[in-house]
């Protein structure tokens, strides 16, 4: 009774404009409640405060609409449209869940540092099959004991295989003697697509400019530490490299190079940019490339190379 009474004073203004002016209490004892659509048997499904539309009809205007059971009146009622949004918790879990889409199986390497099965394996300590000189002709540099040796004067090495986006892995050692100093103590490097050098130099207790030591992208970016082990000890780059963009109408650079590095499995470059190809004199510039092989860099000093794979993303 109670809800019937709130019921009358929410749908009082409805009833003063419901067709043929009539008043609620001429419709006798049991009306006939239809909300959006639907008989319904009482009022207590209603909400009140939640009505759009109340309209009144009675006699044969009634029962022309729904039959015998209207003969006391009917009152027609329809809801304001919904524009509550969900509660969470009332979410389907299952709608945001992906199970067509499988992400390919991979066996991961056995230790740290092992490649992995999907990966193409570019040096392994057996041979340079995988490499070449900068002319094209077969690298000159040092095989022993399950490693490369850079023999100065000799040139670069360079995969024969081209690369964009990639994962890299490479463990490099800059001779034990640790003679010189700065830029001539333990220098190489890594260049990437042949233009983007990650620096490769002995960095322990050895001064150069930030910008050139190990772990930089050279004279772009300097390493966030400096992890480097001592002269003659083994050294690993762990790199995701992203290669440029470039638009094919115009050739300009839509989005920069990025590379993240971890120096003995410590983060130094976190996904940096870079500002273009690697220059000794002057700013990086960006030309438009396609793929490009992974160079290693023949800077006079006999710094080795071993355990090299890489990843294509
Ligand atoms: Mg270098």
């Not at 910008?211 to 300097?222: C, L, R």
């Not at 762990?238 to 300009?252: H, I, L, N, Q």
Request: charged share 20%; hydrophobic share 35%.
């Amino acid at each position: 009774m109670k809800k019937l009474l709130i019921l009358l004073l929410v749908i009082y203004p409805f009833i003063l404009s419901a067709q043929q002016s009539v008043k609620f209490e001429d419709l006798g004892s049991k009306p006939l409640y239809v909300l959006d659509g639907k008989i319904i048997e009482s009022l207590k499904s209603v909400n009140s405060y939640n009505l759009e539309t109340v309209q009144i009809f009675k006699g044969k205007e009634a029962t022309e609409k729904y039959g015998e059971a209207a003969k006391n009146g009917v009152i027609i009622m329809t809801s304001k449209p919904s524009t509550s949004v969900p509660s969470r918790e009332s979410l389907d879990p299952r709608v945001t869940e992906v199970w067509e889409i499988k992400a390919p199986v991979i066996t991961p390497g056995k230790n740290a540092g092992d490649a992995p099965s999907d990966a193409i394996v570019l040096f392994d300590g057996k041979d340079l099959s995988k490499w070449s000189s900068s002319s094209g002709a077969n690298p000159s540099w040092e095989l022993k004991d399950g490693a490369v040796t850079v023999v100065k004067g000799s040139g670069e090495i360079k995969t024969k295989q081209e690369f964009g986006d990639i994962q890299l892995h490479i463990e490099w050692r800059s001779p034990s003697a640790g003679e010189g100093e700065g830029q001539n103590r333990g220098n190489s490097g890594i260049f990437f697509q042949g233009l983007y050098e990650l620096q490769v130099l002995d960095s322990y207790e050895n001064q150069t400019y930030s910008n050139g030591q190990a772990g930089s992208i050279y004279k772009q970016h300097i390493p966030l530490v400096n992890a480097s082990r001592k002269p003659g000890e083994w050294q690993v780059y762990d790199v995701v490299f992203t290669a440029p963009r470039f638009s094919e109408t115009s050739g300009r650079t839509i989005a920069p190079a990025y590379i993240t590095v971890f120096h003995n499995g410590v983060i130094i470059q976190n996904h940096v940019p870079i500002a273009g190809s690697t220059q000794y004199k002057g700013l990086p510039v960006y030309k438009v490339h396609g793929k490009g092989p992974i160079a290693l860099q023949d800077h006079g000093t006999p710094v080795s190379y071993r355990n090299i794979w890489v990843r294509e993303l």
